[in-house]
């Protein structure tokens, strides 16, 4: 699919520039605490419903019960911390909810994260948090940022959901010499929508290498339900290799590898955190 032609996508795409300088960044520290945690958040582990819809083998049910050699576990989650106050269902306090959650993972990439979680630069500086995309990623592992992108393409600046305002785009990091790219697509039902993430869609595929291990993760806003987001996810993991790890029910969110295996896979989170609940994973990465 890709218009057609996913190859003079390519071509168009390569003048696709970075925003700002790459920045290094060394162990993560977890997610600072604005607010006391509430009761609800008081758990000993997160509570995790297995997933079985990979398309890989997973071994059993999800569990945070330590690591072995040349594991990882990933948190990926559109914790809706929309700006301007735009969304005031979704009060401060989660921050101490969705803090206490991440500090349970290795790697944790969230979405919509355009509030932050700290009014002062040294608590905003434990994340690598760039351009205002909204794209955070934490964790417990040594990661280098490589790289950050806004897309070039997007739908609706006031209207059909606003993601022109949004700036969305791309974050790349590498951890254990693996890229890890977050990200949030276009969102939205029309024909102009559906086109974005297609686009968006080649954007990422020219960033992916063309060759290794790699892990996706993000909101990529394409449904199951709707047959031409559906045929170009499936173009897209035929052209980058990539094989689905773990999926919403929903089909907007994922996380995808191409040379990583999954142990077990989940959704972690409820409607006091976000309107989507986290997908997670426990990969296998000890394998070149």
Known sequence: MFSGNYFVL???????????????????QPLPQSAPVPAQCKMDLPQVE????????????????????????VLSMNV???????????????VACLSKLSEKFDLVAYQENFMGWAENEEAQSRLYTRFNSGLSISGHVRFTAKDEKMYSKCNGLFGEKNDCLAHKGYQQIEMKGIPVFNTHLDAGDSLNDIMTRELQLAEILLALPA??????????NLKRNRAEDEANYRMFLSESGL????????GV????????????????????????????ARLDISQP
Do not use: W
Request: with cysteine; net charge positive; charged share 25%.
């Open 50 to 73: 297995t997933l079985s819809n990979s398309q890989g083998p997973v071994s059993g049910p999800f569990s945070l019960a330590g690591n072995e050699k040349g594991e990882v576990t």
């Open 10 to 28: 390519r071509k168009k795409y390569m003048t696709v520039t970075a925003l700002g300088a790459l920045v290094t960044c060394g162990s993560a």
């Open 253 to 280: 969110d994922v996380i995808l590898g191409r040379g990583v295996s999954a142990k077990s896979i989940g959704t972690v989170g409820n409607n006091l955190l976000s309107d989507h609940k986290g997908l997670v």
């Open 243 to 250: 094989r689905e790890i773990a999926r919403s029910a929903d």
């Open 211 to 220: 060759g290794g291990r790699v892990i996706v993760v993000g909101d990529f």
């Open 80 to 94: 809706q911390r929309l700006p301007f106050k735009a969304n005031p269902d979704y009060r401060d306090d989660r």
